[in-house]
RNA sequence: GUCCCCGUGGCACAAUUGGAUAGCGCGUCGGCCUCCGGAGCCGAAGGUUAGAGGUUCGAAUCCUCUCGGGGAUGCCA
């Protein structure tokens, strides 16, 4: 059920003898922004008017639309206000007959496309071997949440983890294990074992190049002191038109010293940090190269030398495991995971078809493909003969075209790559893969509570697991407290409260995540996430319950809810009972939109203005004390019509549902 | 230096892509439990959408400039 378009149809046969271009016209329909214009408007008068060759006004060029349209068995007749908006108003009928049609109908009344061409959507992609962090959550959830949205609407969906399993972080993990590791504890303990040595290698490797940077950052920092003194002096003599110009120096001098001081001191922190270890003290001068030597095992594994082929093939596994145990708890699944390792054999056939075709030429010894619309060329091959992840990325999608055939392929991943993929699909144009749609849903980072970006390096970062057990934990402090508890019959037991508490925990992550626009920052907050009240999952959540319990207490199948309605029919007899209908036949309309931007924030909306719409209703028309036999029956098919969709809508953005909490 | 993104009530975020009086939540203040679950509902206060111009019937949204914040920028991904 997608109100708009039906409307559209209606006004394209009425927009014909206004314009060619009716459908262009008729597309300017959409949900009112304020209840009292009525339901949808027509925007399409004023845009005609200014069109017009007799000169009409758009109220005039309205009301010659309004006269043409035949709208009598959806809408109330059409009003025209303001400049020209043509205000429409959905029949109680029409309202009703659409809620009894959809009962029972699991997929809540919206429409399936039809087409075979799939759509590929490549999210997640962490780097294996390192454990993942708080950074890793919007790629996976915004990409889960689309996938399984797109999925809903008919499309064919191909997801696909593009794993970061090939890349210097195995040099890190084998040099660990050839110098510090344990074979039979890794052997017995694989997991923490590696994430340890990994971590030891990363905090030295740092160190070197922390210590390396030391004097290049103090003569920058004294560069930028004579710069800020001498732009001062500039700012001191200027003159009017100058002045401007010299406190912009000045600033932006500024700026640069104390960048160069805040690295300087996180530098020497980080030294710091490792010579007064005991452990890792020693290690750092035993290791004087390790940063060189890190890089050199990699380079060995890429060469196929023996002994690192065989311990990757070891340690990837495990890497695996560690990951998967945390996309089993998050209900993640992919269809596919071809990592980066995979992609490895092919990468030497795609430089030198570029080299063959012209668009890869050499320059300082690396294989570049330069681009007109760009300043900085695409690097495909490193001076020292190693291939990048520009080169991955073109193999990653000529295989992708040839395997799957999609019409679209959306890359997951964060905005900061914006121009990495800008070069790809423009190098991908000109390379005759152009026959795809290839998007990348961008999008911004999470934040610290302070407002600044949750760094990687900044050593001290939440693990993404721990966040979990964070978020889980103070789920079942609020959902299972014991005053809470005395109210539940049967009592729950402690697998229920675990159940509950993982579902609202987990939730209130991913419904936080999505709740944002994707392309804007937001700063984690782990308490309000979980806070239960406001804008959350756990309200959504509730209101499910609420419904459950309802229809528990009225002990009413679906079956029966179905056949009531058809014996006594449906009619309003409250306000809420009409607004909450009309806002679940707007279910489609908000999945289209999440489609349209590749923004699941839009249904996230929907399922909280839902939600309140259903509080609204509930407040106001008791069910089971319904004052008739037909009331009672609308009523009881208004809930669950609302349970269906609310538990389907949260099913798409990847969160669960409990019957009761 | 060049390019990109952002700036919205005290806080944190929206705004159907140019539509009507800019919304929701938190917080603050005031109401509502003989009511299917109060994790709720109703109401109030709080805004020159960073600033200045421009385009338009109509601008948070498009253009120009200014200020402020962030990011990218040839051998990481």
New binding site residues.
Partial sequence: MHVPHLLQQRFIDALKDFTDRPEQYASMI?????P??GDY?A?CA??LA?QSKDGKNPREIAAMLVAKLELDDICEPPEI???G?I?LKLRDRFLTDSLANMLGDDRCGVAQVETDKPIVIDFSSP?VAKPMHVGHIRSTVIGDSLARTLRFLGYPVVTDNHL?DW??QFGIIIYGYKHFGDPDVVESNPVTELAKLYRIVNQLVEYRKASKSLPKLKQTIEDARQVVTEAKDTVEQAEDKQL?KAK?TL??AERRLAGAETGLASAEEKILKVEQDSDLGPKAIAHANIDTEVLEETAKLHRGDPENISLWNRFLPHCKDEINRIYARLDIHFDHTLG?SFYHPMLADVTAKLEQLGLASD????L?VFLPEF???M?IR???G?Y??ATTDLATLEYRLTEFNPSEILYVVDT?????FEKLFAVADHFGLSEVKLVHVNFG?V?GED?R?MKTRSGTLIGLESLLNDAVDRAKQ??CNPE?LVNFDPPMDAEEQDNIAEA?GIGAIKFADL???R?????FNLDKMVA????TS??VQ?SY??MQ??LQ?ANASDDDVAALVREHGVEFTHIAERNLVLQLIRFEEALN?VH??Y?P??LV?YL?ETA?AY??F??N?????AESKSIRATRLAIVFHCKQTLGKGLNLLGIDVVP??
């Fill in positions: 959409r949900g009112t922004s304020d009292k214009h408007q925007n004023m845009p200014k206000a303001g400049p908006f205000n780097n970061g890349g210097t401007k912009k600033a932006a980066e320059s300082d010894g690396a570049c300043d900085a060329p690097i490193k001076q020292d190693a990048l992840y900061r790559q914006s121009e990495h980072t934040l407002g970006p609020v959902v809470r609202v709740s944002h626009h392309t804007s920052d937001y700063r239960l009240d406001g804008n756990a309200y509730y319950a609420r319990k309802i207490n939109t349209k931007d923004a924030n839009h909306d909280l309140k509080s609204r509930n407040d028309c008791h069910v089971l004390k009761r909490m």
